[in-house]
């Protein structure tokens, strides 16, 4: 059973960073991407930033220029990498792995950023 453990995330100040992390455990065939999402409050899940196997980045309108995806020496480990973080970057935000038959999701790291 794929695991995802994402960690980091907390009290950030206005004008801030953020540093996330996702290591993905269990058995799957093949990874087609990984990455983060995000949910805010009475909001609905969008994409933050995608990794595919092939390295091709994707990234929201919202954090382009300010991201960085990268990921770690282990094959599916994958962090997120952001500042000049606002009020509106609070937000749950939720590792993601992507299989040939479904996606995976960790259980979710808290950001507030305060303004």
């Known amino acids: 059973q794929v695991q995802l453990a994402d960690s980091g995330g907390g009290l950030v100040q206005f004008g801030g960073s953020l540093s996330l992390s996702c290591a993905a455990s269990g058995s799957i065939d093949t990874i087609y991407a990984m990455g983060w999402y995000r949910q805010a409050p009475g909001e609905e899940r969008e994409l933050v930033a995608i990794?595919?196997?092939?390295?091709?980045?994707n990234f929201s309108d919202s954090v382009k220029g300010r991201i960085n995806i990268p990921r770690g020496d282990a094959r599916r480990v994958v962090y997120l990498q952001m500042n000049s973080l606002t009020p509106k970057d609070t937000a749950v935000y939720y590792c993601?792995?992507?299989?040939?038959?479904?996606?995976?999701w960790g259980r979710g790291s808290e950001v507030t950023v305060s303004s």
């Open positions: 990794i595919t196997s092939g390295g091709t980045t």
């Open positions: 993601n792995e992507k299989g040939p038959l479904r996606e995976y």
